[in-house]
């Protein structure tokens, strides 16, 4: 920001600030604690997260697939040993009226199943790990 | 406006519309009885009943499709009346007629309606009958080439062809000219053989990037059935509304008088009560278009307000007069439009990642407001969004004198929405009602499934110095007011960027 | 709409309207300049805007009535266009002067305009001439019995008879016969040679009970004038209005029509630009009422959203255009009146204690929601009302279908509207709008100070046990939280109550 | 509130309670500390006080008239030593754009006019004293 002013920042209470680069203002939002917080200005949104060492993200990866939400299993398309291409429908799981099919990021051979149909599952577990 | 004898109502229904029942209710002088599951005893629509009944476990089939524990609830809070709302209980027959038998007044159509329309062969038969247009279709006994072709030829070009047993596009040939059908008969017999198991083929007119324009009709127990013009609702993904408005850019004069009397025909055919919506296919615009009926939604629609801004009316109001035994408060010569409203859904979902829903606390939420703005909505700050409902958080509603004033409001209202905690699609909708197609009023039921994902790569924007300024400042005020939140930062916090993003 | 050159627009104003306009520039994407005193630093308008800049201390002489400082403003901001709000500058014909001056868009009438309506005698003369309804009435050179009671059959009777160089109700004389004339000019002339030491007399037509109806215009630089109907603002308070509405019930589609084109005539007459009301007296109702020009207000007026709701147009977005040289964005045929609007205006005064005006801290602060209801505020939560403005807070406005359902809302939402710290007139406002007269739509301009201080009384009720319960679960948590605030408290928390009422 | 069961109170954060007596709920509002509360229940408002032994009130008294609010003194219509009657206007003050009349609460003779025309004069300071 070479040549620009610092902008000054006011708090505006409940997570509001008012920014003033000196020239013009801004209404933004900031809502979140500790390593992750989430930014509003004028329609947009950004999360800003400052990353753990070992800290696990709910997202499939090359050994296994997750949800990434809480859901329910409604179809388990795959079994232990079957053979998978890249982007085939594994499991098909529903969460908030929408069915949410969960897909092979890879080619590969399933090695476990760890769910069944009608399991409440969370992020951050496997339910199809491959070999 | 009379509405009788109802004078305490149980809203069988949790989030925006649960909300907005209780506050037409406090304009009546009717007392209002929320219902609730495990997951919403703090929720807006329970605080803000005049009474509360707990129904059961989160699940929806444990508390708000259980017709039983409902109509027990009413029973148990002296309710005279039950409105059902939209989705859960509004369109089981058997519900309404569990209310009919337990004594209460159901705000809605008469069971027996509810049965007629809720099945779609019956439907489209009765629709047939009343002279109400259908797409033109038939699976015809005669399964011959010779008979199929014959079929096409009387459903019109371009005709579709599918397996009777089908689904999800297979097996799905397009017919443009007689002289294609031989060959797409025998390949969509294969393919449905081959997938299904039952080479059954039924034929019907392609409707092209059709439109969904859909009439709002209602109707009371004196005879009287009137039409409350349309609403255009074909910026839809995968069948989920996400726009809608009125008027619909694409309809003359002519074509919505025609619209409304099929629809006022199709109400008539089932002997409708209340509010209730026809939804048409549109094929071409202006004097040529064509509509055809698709189903009938006996309830009062999510994008009500969209009617209520353009005709001056309050449905709410409206279902609870004709459902106490009053005439409808208006008659057909009394309706007109007047100006345009846009209705933006406000949905828990990130369109960056295939519109996936989102759960989680809402940690700061606030709505627009100003001169032609109406939210309606289900949330407030500290509201948890639940995985078991429907992830539509909130209803932007805008009404200007003209579709272009109505866009641009639309717009500077959703620059102010501010949802944080879990992503939504206000990012989205921004680019959305920028697009080009949208600025020209040109989308069809496909377009979003077609541009969704290049309009949700475009509203990736660059994270502005303000925001990070304001996020530098938050993070030191959590520091020095609970500093052993801020342990696990590091040195440079802006280390990982989550996205300037819809 | 267009707005032309309007790229940057100082708003020389405060509070809700400063505000309102703001908004309405965010549509039309006008970057917007607040402009404020010491006492408005933290205000809601100058947190709203793009740039803010400090005019002085807090009296209104040294800020907001400073013109010279406001142009100075809109300069040094790069503004090219100001938007002088309603009271403060907006009627100052030096003042538009000095804009156009400084080649600034003064948003509102060439200052030629105010000052011909700005003379309260030249105003009269110039409608007299374009054929304007005026309170007939007339000051004789020829001051004998005769000629003054020529002049009383002139102007009609009932006639009143004061001193011309009085005020304030002394030496006024009602005279309803012609045999009563003698009698009383000889008292009027008394009571005048005691109290103002000079004996001229004036007499005019006594309108009797009569309604205060104003018509909004509105004019374009193009040669089009137009009008928006009527406003009825006779609930006021010693000519300070308290709830405006519209349509008002009291006109006949011909008197307003004839009152419409009074207004066209009265605006051509000074060649008038923007927005502009003509106030007028109407006495009697239906299609024999009469109506007489009072004055002009040369500029937006506080109960403008009215208009818009029940006309359907946005009047800030169309004095932009206007003043950016646009036509006007509608003609006089495609204007008309739909439902019913009400606007309550939201004072900081105690009813209670002659409305005297209350300043402080509002220390809780939350607007009613929900459809059909817009509120133009200009506080919040923390604001401090300062005893150097206007003790209006906000504005409820209300649209709905019909009077009467118009008039539940507004009262569905007065009683949502909680604002602590400061009195209010809410509670009073919900007396004023279940009293009688006002259910019957018969109030005259008379009738609050007649009846304001029983409605006050009136609106005294017992404190529910549902409030008490309320207030001593605040002192528990209080006292667990903040245990030092709470030292004064005597064992009985309740011994002192300050009253439930309005 | 014999035979009826003690209301139950959850604070909704922001100064909002739902209070449920059992039967129907409200939704209340409370601010203010230390020993005066104001509460608002469907658009009625009241205040609760603890009176304090010595606190003055910014009102007028048998011995002499005051502001009620902060104002500025527009017109001073008596002097030492003058009669007034019960009633009277002795000040005329402005504020918010309006006039506010100071009367007399009795009738008397002024002993002394504790204030001058154009004078900021703040409520709990007489401005009129009577004999």
Redesign the interface.
Known sequence: ?VG?AE?T?T?????W???D?G??????????????????????????????PGRRRAQSTEAGVMS????TVVAIHVAPGQSIAEGETLVVLE????E?PIRAPRAGVVKTVACAKGDLVQPGVNLVEFE | MATGGIRRLLIANRGEIAVRIIRACRELAIETVAVYSDADAEAPHVRAADRAVHLGAAPARESYLDAAKVIAAALASGADAVHPGYGFLSERAHFAGACEDAGLVFVGPPSASLERMGSKIGARRLMVEAGVPVVPGEAPADQSDASLAAAIGRVGFPALIKPSAGGGGIGMKIVRTAGEAVDALAAARREAKASFGDSTLYVERLIERPRHVEIQVFADSHGNVVHLFERECSAQRRHQKMVEESPCPALSATVRQAMGQAAIAAARAVDYRNAGTCEFLLEGEGESAKFYFLEMNTRLQVEHPVTECVVGVDLVHAQLAVAAGAPLPFTQESLSQRGHAIECRIYAEDPAQGFIPQAGPILLYREPQGPGIRVDSGVTTGSVVSVHYDPMLAKLIVWAASREAARQKALAALREFAVLGIRTNIPFMIQLLQHQQFVAARIDTGFLDREGPAIAAASVQELPAAALAAVAEHRRLGASSTPGTLGALGPDPFVSLGGWRG
Chains 1, 4 share one sequence.
Do not use: I
Not at chain 1, 95 to 98: G, I, V
């Open positions: 920001m620009v902008p920042v708090s505006l209470g409940a997570g600030y008012l920014v680069d020239e013009r203002r801004w209404r933004v939002a900031v809502a979140g604690e500790g390593d992750m917080q989430w930014v509003f200005l004028e329609g947009q949104v950004a999360t800003l997260e400052t990353p753990r990434p939400m809480p859901a969460a908030m009226k929408m949410l």
